[in-house]
């Protein structure tokens, strides 16, 4: 019989905090710029959201969104939502009024969490922007058609403001719930229910919500301690934001393990620096260059910066990664393959692969993760060794998307294999590598982006007819959105005038860097062949001697 020393250990999320909480008490759990939160602190603060939720009228099922920078608050409302069998739904921090709407009315939000930081996005002020309706509600509970399910709009201050909850209110709320009513909430979460919608952009004209469950959770969770062996002694430090399945996932497999987690908050390479310093990680989770690269690179970097760091998870191409490994000579690189829909890992080197394996290759799928790759055209499962779409199923992938149960049937074959569209080689060992993406889709700094997305919008514009948007190359974010656009008949319009008409709609990364005008687009039979868009735009930015688009801000 073969040892197994990974045994199966799933509990429903609010369970998972209360017993940290109980074993670990005052050690540090999670530590931001602003503040250091015991186990125990985190515990209480969940305890509390749980409770003003139960006297909102929030049960079992119901979506809690939050719309905030990255703080201590979105850990507690996903804890504290998750004791209660709701459902916590994130929402991006840089999404304006047009993703808002999507996402709150698809999700179906019943409450949700906002505030006004004195430095950065005024979160409320976008939501109230979105509704305008929140602003003439003569009463704290909302109730208005274009958000149906919206009950209430809460804000994390002390401000009152029309239709809208502060802090004070939520206490008094709160008061009102016993820890009894909670308990026997808590005691009815199935670790199979929904604990997340974790919304992420794909070819739809606008982002899925991919259920993922308690237990998906705490399968990664325990996956991850194996693969980096990790334990309670380890500190973990990370960049991602809490509305990314990273930030989130890495944040609950630190509190699994019973270790500190470190977050930067919202990203400053100076504040990681001296975290760094001061905090001395052993696990680092930059998970993308687009953080790591400051870092590394930063002027004050000591030589002795990294010298706690025993492990760096982070992925790019094989030159980039040997040069962050001299960085950290004692410390391995690892890479992996990571999706949404599979609670962030599919698959993660080993520590012990030799230097070229985890700078050339994805790493072997997670325990309990299957993975194949089929012929995209004709299905046909390919043996490893072979490149080909890549398809998985295991316990810690997604239950399907939210309200979408025709795309859902279109994404899983009747084995339970999710078909990704993603282009991936599985060599003959069973190691995992991205190459290339089937579906339309960019990848922007980390962040993914559906073309038909931005094309959706794009379109609302009164003088365009037709608009095709496709990756370029740029040397900062690795690629950018560049828009093909044919007007309508008797109508102008200039690359800036279409920049300008995006800014404060959509997300910054989405906008398009570069704006073409085009009479005739390049076909392949009825479609329009994007690869000769793409070339297009490659060969007239290598022409000028362009290498990295000009910065947008959402103002």
């Known amino acids: 019989m073969t040892k197994n020393n990974n045994w199966i250990n799933v509990t429903s999320l609010g369970d998972l905090m209360d017993r940290q909480a109980d074993k670990y008490g005052d050690k540090d759990a999670i530590i931001f710029p602003e503040g250091r939160y015991t186990y125990r602190d985190i515990a209480t603060y969940a305890q509390n959201i749980s409770k003003a939720l139960l006297a909102l009228g929030v049960g079992p099922g119901d979506r809690v969104g939050y719309f905030l920078q990255e703080c201590i608050d979105t850990i507690g409302i996903i804890i504290g939502a998750a004791k209660i069998g709701a459902i916590t739904a994130p929402i991006n921090s840089r999404f304006k009024t047009t993703e808002l709407k999507q996402v709150i009315v698809h999700a179906g939000m019943k409450v949700i969490f906002t505030s006004s930081p004195e430095v950065g996005t005024d979160f409320n002020g976008l939501i109230n922007e979105t509704f305008p309706q929140i602003a003439t509600s003569s009463s ?37 719930i016993s820890d009894e009513s909670v308990a026997k909430s808590q005691e009815g979460v199935r670790v199979r229910d929904t604990a997340i919608i974790m919304y992420t952009s794909g ?36 960049a991602l934001p809490m509305f990314h399945i990273g930030g989130v996932a890495f944040v609950l497999a630190s509190l699994f393990v019973g270790s500190t987690f470190i977050h930067t908050g919202n990203y400053n390479p ?56 001299s960085q950290t000579p004692h410390a391995p690189i690892l890479n992996c393959f990571g999706q949404t829909e599979v609670c962030a890992f599919l698959s993660l080197s080993e520590l012990d692969d030799e230097p070229e394996l985890r700078f050339n290759k994805g790493g072997f799928p997670m325990p309990g993760m299957e ?5 995209p055209d004709t299905g046909e499962l390919l043996p490893n ?37 993603d282009i991936c080689e599985i060599d003959a060992d069973g190691r995992i590598t991205f190459v290339s993406r089937l579906k339309d889709m960019l990848k922007v700094g980390g962040e993914n982006v559906s073309a038909a997305e931005v094309e959706g919008y794009l379109i609302t514009h009164p ?13 900062r974010y690795v690629e950018v959105p560049a828009a093909y656009i044919e007007l309508k008949p008797d109508t102008q319009a200039t690359e800036e005038e279409i920049i300008a008409f995006c800014k404060g709609k959509i997300a910054t990364y989405r906008i398009p860097r570069y704006v073409r005008f085009i009479n005739e687009w390049p076909m392949s039979g009825t479609k329009i062949k994007k690869i000769v868009l793409r070339e297009m735009i490659a060969s007239e930015l290598k022409s000028k001697g362009i290498t990295q688009a000009e910065k947008i801000s959402s103002s």
């Open 371 to 375: 993975a194949e790759v089929h012929d």
């Open 203 to 238: 070819t739809t004209a606008m982002p899925k919500g991919a259920m993922l469950s308690h237990e998906s959770f705490n399968r990664y969770a325990s996956s991850v301690k194996q693969r980096m062996q990790l334990t309670e002694n380890d500190i973990f430090w990370a």
């Open 463 to 475: 003088a365009i007819a037709l608009a095709q948007v496709v990756s370029a190359p740029d040397e």
């Open 385 to 421: 060794g072979n490149v080909g779409e890549l398809w998985y199923r295991g316990p810690n992938m997604f239950d399907g998307y939210f309200r979408d149960p025709e795309l859902t049937s279109e994404v899983f074959d009747e084995r339970g294999f999710f078909r990704t569209g």
């Open 270 to 325: 100076d504040v990681a620096l001296q975290q760094i310093r001061d905090e001395r990680p052993t696990v680092m989770l930059p998970a993308f260059e687009t953080i790591w690269v400051p870092i590394v690179n930063h002027p004050n970097r000591e030589e002795d910066d990294f010298d706690s760091v025993r492990i760096v998870m982070v992925v790019g191409v094989p030159e980039r990664l040997r040069q962050f490994q």
């Open 140 to 176: 704290k509970y909302l109730d208005f058609p274009e958000a149906p399910e919206l009950d209430a709009l809460v804000t994390l201050d002390e401000i009152n403001r029309p239709g809208t909850f502060n802090l004070t209110d939520m206490e008094e709320l709160g008061n009102t």
